[in-house]
């Protein structure tokens, strides 16, 4: 969907329309922006950007409090849209999936016809416009589906993906943040298809373990099928303070408060965990994130605290303001203990 949540206000509120809007918390109470319209990133606002610096660089900015009641129901019309053209469709968030749509009720034999009835279908049923990527396999059309937003539909068949993947900078590959992707351009690795020539010894030492999937996916190649029913991969708790945390000892007790709270939620999920990550935001905006794994799975709040904190003796806390603070969960498993294997973070969780 585009500008999903601001497009729903926009909609909803017709005195928004063309104006520059964002869904979020106010400035003075450290919100931060959910979503912004079209006009709005016009002048630079986007998702994740505090409300304050968003005011900032658009003084115009009507900001609307995020209503996830009606958000959900409009998700809903789309989703019944979506599972009636296919049974494969796997969600990414309220506004987005996959589809796999090589079987269809349409009995259409090319993808591009489908996506354009959808379309038009959630115009239809919503008032609102969606952007749609055709490809062989998620990675493309992940990226194609955000080629020519927004109302965009944008189509890789087989014999183009070549030149397609030609055109693309390192950072639209699978898994590279900001971070990864310095890390890669400061190696000389700008474009995605450079990474292909990169040697696989020399992009673990900028990678890591993900190095050889990134070479795959340099090649267009992902495998991973559409997955209706996925179990979540992490469980997390955090909060964004109204005042910066500076005494360390506040820090620790908002750490092990939010390690507990992350612990009641695997507890109420049955599941159990491997991997403890602490994500601390400090007041200048820069995100880091320590984790630990253990060879045993767990969901005893008591260690999971302990770990958590032991986490933050990695960290600038007591140093620097703080303005975030989260704890999240990963490597769930269904049994307590150990293992075969252990997953190792995400780019992302790294970064």
């Not at 993947?165 to 000389?188: C, E, H, I, S, Y």
């Amino acid at each position: 969907m585009d500008a999903f949540y601001a497009s729903v206000e926009q909609r909803d509120q017709p005195e928004l329309g063309g104006r520059p809007v964002a869904v979020g918390g106010r400035p003075e109470s450290r919100g931060v922006v959910a979503a912004a319209s079209y006009e709005a990133r016009e002048f630079g606002v986007r998702s994740a950007l505090s409300m304050a610096q968003a005011v900032r660089r658009c003084p115009e900015l009507v900001i609307v409090p995020p209503d996830f009641t009606k958000y959900r129901t409009v998700s809903r019309q789309v989703f019944d849209l979506f599972r009636a053209v296919t049974p494969l469709v796997e969600p990414l968030s309220l506004d987005e999936a996959y589809l796999d749509v090589t079987e269809n009720a349409w009995g259409e034999p090319l993808a591009t016809p489908v996506a354009r009835r959808l379309k038009q279908q959630i115009r239809e049923t919503t008032g609102l416009t969606a952007s749609a990527g055709v490809a062989p396999n998620k990675f493309l059309a992940k990226i194609a589906s955000g080629w020519r937003k927004p109302d965009g539909l944008t189509v890789v068949p087989s014999e183009r993906v070549e030149a397609f993947l030609q055109q693309l900078p390192v950072d639209k590959l699978w898994g590279v943040g900001p971070v990864t992707a310095r890390r890669l351009r400061a190696a000389g690795i700008e474009r995605l298809v450079d990474v292909r020539g990169v040697e696989l010894e020399r992009l673990r030492r900028v990678v890591g373990t993900h190095a050889e999937r990134l070479q795959q996916l340099a090649h267009g190649v992902d495998e991973r099928p559409v997955t209706p029913h996925r179990e979540a991969r992490s469980r997390s708790a955090e909060r964004t303070y109204p005042e910066d945390l500076l005494d360390l000892e506040a820090v620790r007790a908002e750490v092990e408060r939010l390690a507990r709270r992350a612990a009641e939620t695997i507890e109420r999920a049955g599941v159990y965990a491997r991997t403890v990550t602490l994500k601390v935001r400090y007041d200048d905006f820069r995100t880091i994130t320590r984790s630990q794994t253990e060879r045993d799975a767990t969901r005893d709040a008591d260690l999971i605290a302990r770990r958590a904190g032991a986490l933050l003796d990695r960290t600038d806390a007591g140093r620097r303001p703080i303005r975030l603070l989260g704890v999240g969960l990963h490597g769930l498993a269904q049994a307590p203990g150990p293992a075969a294997a252990v997953r190792e973070p995400l780019l992302w969780e790294l970064e």
